[in-house]
């Protein structure tokens, strides 16, 4: 049976009196890799922002797990109130004065009722996952590289122990070679049963890895379907993944 | 950056740059020292009045140009390869390094006390107290730079509402002197929840409320100067305008324990040391205890900051407040928290920078030039940097003052504890000289000592 994590209906928002996004419906199921692609300026980081409560939403609805509503809340409060969800934001996603160490454990926060022995326990698992971070570990993240930035953002954000987790442009302003890299940690994290929404302009090695797809164009869902027909879709191809 | 030290551009000329990308720090210059050559036409022909006027302007307006040289580009720094040498000395042996300057300084001042007619070693010691007061409360000024990224002004009015507190407390009770409530470790506690209370307000019905309908870090500082107004207004409609004193009291029972060896200067009021080479050094145990206080209280800001989640909460909420939202931090949590924190601390250090002084209400202003200085040459948001910066400025002050009163005549302590503590009107050099010193060392570091903050963003 399908279960849903996230599902959200009749999205509306946007910033100050601009709107931004139109309707949208888009569901995530359990252990699924969904990517949002689509030109500049669509909405697909608002689309995430919104989710998460960044962004307030205007009108409609977003529900976790069939039956907790979201819509509305802060982004600290659904984070500590036990919701299983987490955000990577694109640019900015790691803080630059604490250390690679301040950064996993204030990721954990969220859990503060679990003890010091499990939170300890899931830093050396993301030490497994990234083993670059436990060289840097007193390092202050604004040291680091931009890939291992990336790195360091997924793991603060795992530390929480998300089911769900939405990242925005994860391979921005990487080069391809540490790009394929992040891509192939996001497919060990979908291995490890998380439920993954990932918002990507390179589109096609995006959608490789994806099962399914929503292409969003003008803040509305142009096009939706499995990964491997958007990819192969002629008008998708031509405006969104640069084939001719 | 490199750019600007390769180009053969002379002084002047990159001044001449500044005029449209910073129009703040050229024309305040230009007026600043316009009105301090007036200040001193006037003085040679002894209106002293008129140069009085023109002084104030002048440090007011030099003073805004430090705030907009710090905006402008820069060059890279001549004196990075020395810090960068002494960072790493100072990562490898820490507090021992801090102690072996402390007796560097002492060591070459007596010598220097031995040789002159002055008594440097003196100086270094008023120097050293003022440095730890100046420190105590310019943190709290740091703090709030940090995580609300704008200028308070409206910090020198939690400095005086230290004091003010503490002598409302002392007439509530309906003190007659010398009761237990008066002891300087209550009334600690006291300025640190009057002040504390004061600013935590402040973010709830001014700064707070501005931020959610979007106001920049100009506005909310352009607010911060009219709330100053407000409470220096109200501290004078409920106490008047009279100069008050606030004077530390300390248990009777410090009397008893003034046998103790070394220790006994925390506890007898004035230990006069008598040197070899007749060179007197005398100790007040209000100017100890402050520093001791001072240096307990950072210690404490500083655990907080690295080892308490509320503490890494406030650096990542300073950080990068959207992100903190997202990994569960409750960033208004943090704030209020940061407020009252941060300004209580300053109303303890109010205490000790007033200690035995005539205040008014408009006295806090006053001091928050030199506060602002102390938190600009430390670069803003930097905890190391304004205790080094703190040290910077009260060493060049006494300097100064010595370097302007008559060379052989030694003055009584009393007379230059009075003279560094509160500006007279004008007239005195020794601020021109420490603002100076403040514009030379930007010139060659623009973000401060330890400056994180881009001068081109923020404030």
């Known amino acids: 049976m399908v279960e849903q994590v996230i599902e959200t209906k009749d999205l509306n928002s946007g910033y100050g009196k601009l709107q931004i996004l139109f309707d949208i419906d888009i569901e995530l199921n359990k252990g699924e890799l969904v990517t949002i692609i689509g030109p500049n300026g669509s909405g697909k980081s608002t689309l995430i922002k919104t989710i998460i409560g960044l962004v307030p939403a205007w009108s409609g609805t977003v529900m976790i797990n069939q039956n907790i509503n979201i819509t509305g809340m802060k982004p600290y409060e659904i984070v500590t109130s036990g919701i299983p969800i987490n955000y990577v934001p694109q640019v900015a996603n790691v803080f630059p004065t604490l250390s690679v160490e301040e950064n996993l454990k204030l990721g954990a926060l969220p859990r503060d009722n679990d003890p010091e022995s499990m939170i300890q326990e899931d830093l050396d698992r993301m030490f497994g996952i990234f083993p670059v971070l436990q060289e840097r570990i007193d390092q202050k993240a604004a040291l680091l590289s931009g890939g291992e930035k990336q790195m360091l953002a997924l793991a603060r954000a795992l530390m929480s122990n998300p089911e769900i987790i939405l990242l925005d442009e994860p391979s921005a302003a990487l080069a391809p070679i540490l790009a394929d890299q992040i891509f192939e940690k996001i497919l060990e994290l979908k291995k490890l049963g998380l439920s993954i929404i990932l918002v990507e302009q390179r589109a096609t090695r995006a959608l490789k890895i994806s099962d399914r797809g929503y292409v969003l164009v003008s803040g509305q869902v142009a096009i939706s379907g499995a990964a491997k027909m958007l990819i192969d879709n002629e008008k998708v191809g031509e405006l969104y993944l640069g084939k001719r | ?459």
């Not at chain 2, 003022?130 to 704008?150: C, E, N, Q, Y």
């Not at chain 2, 200067?265 to 520093?291: A, M």
């Not at chain 2, 080892?307 to 990068?320: E, V």
């Open chain 2, 1 to 459: 950056m490199t750019d600007e030290i390769t180009t053969n551009q002379t002084l002047f000329d990159r001044f001449q740059g500044q005029r449209d990308s910073n129009p703040l720090f050229y024309y305040s210059l230009i007026l600043g020292i316009l009105s301090l050559l007036a200040g001193l036409i006037f003085g040679m022909v002894n209106r002293i009045a008129s140069q009085a006027f023109f002084y104030d302007i002048a440090i007011i307006l030099l003073a805004m140009s430090i705030i907009g040289y710090t905006m402008t580009e820069h060059f890279q720094s001549l004196i990075k390869p020395g810090v960068d040498w002494f960072t790493k000395q100072y990562q490898q042996w820490k507090i021992l390094i801090l102690i072996a300057i402390f007796l560097i300084i002492l060591l070459i001042s007596y010598g220097l006390a031995l040789i002159t007619p002055i008594n440097f070693l003196s100086q270094s010691y008023l120097a050293i107290i003022l440095a730890g007061d100046l420190i105590f409360v310019s943190v709290g000024l740091t703090m709030i730079i940090r995580v609300r990224k704008f200028a308070n002004f409206a910090h020198s009015e939690l400095v005086i509402v230290g004091v003010y507190a503490g002598i409302t407390f002392n007439e509530i009770m309906g003190s007659q002197g010398g009761e237990w409530y008066t002891m300087i470790f209550v009334e600690l506690i006291v300025a640190f929840m009057g002040a504390g209370v004061v600013g935590l307000l402040s973010e709830i019905f001014v700064f707070g409320p501005l931020t959610r309908r979007n106001a920049t870090p100009l506005s909310l500082m352009v607010a911060s100067i009219g709330l100053g107004m407000i409470i220096r207004q109200s501290i004078q409609e409920y106490h008047g305008a009279v100069p008050r004193t606030f004077s530390p009291v300390f248990p009777n029972f410090f009397d008893n324990l003034t046998n103790i060896p070394v220790l006994n200067i925390f506890f007898q009021e004035i230990t006069l040391l008598k040197l070899p080479g007749g060179v007197n050094l005398s100790l007040n145990r209000t100017d100890l205890w402050g520093f001791l206080i001072m240096i307990l209280t950072i210690a404490t800001l500083q655990y907080i900051f690295t080892n308490t989640t509320i503490g890494i909460s406030m650096r990542a909420t300073a950080d990068d407040p959207e992100l903190a939202q997202i990994t569960g931090i409750n960033t208004q949590r943090v704030i209020y928290f940061t407020w009252f924190i941060s300004s209580g601390v300053t109303g303890m250090g109010a205490l000790f920078l007033f200690k035995s002084a005539q205040i008014q209400p408009g006295s806090g202003f006053i001091q928050l030039l030199l506060i602002f200085a102390v938190v600009i040459l430390g670069g803003f948001d930097s905890f190391k940097g304004t205790v080094v910066s703190g040290f910077i400025i009260s060493f060049t002050m006494t300097g100064a003052i010595i370097f302007n009163s008559k060379m052989g005549e030694r003055q009584k302590e009393s007379e230059l504890i009075d003279k560094m503590v509160f500006w007279s009107t004008s007239g005195d050099w020794k601020l021109v000289i420490a603002f100076a010193i403040i514009i030379v060392v930007l010139i060659f570091r623009p973000r401060g000592i330890f400056g994180l903050v881009d001068p081109k963003s923020k404030l």
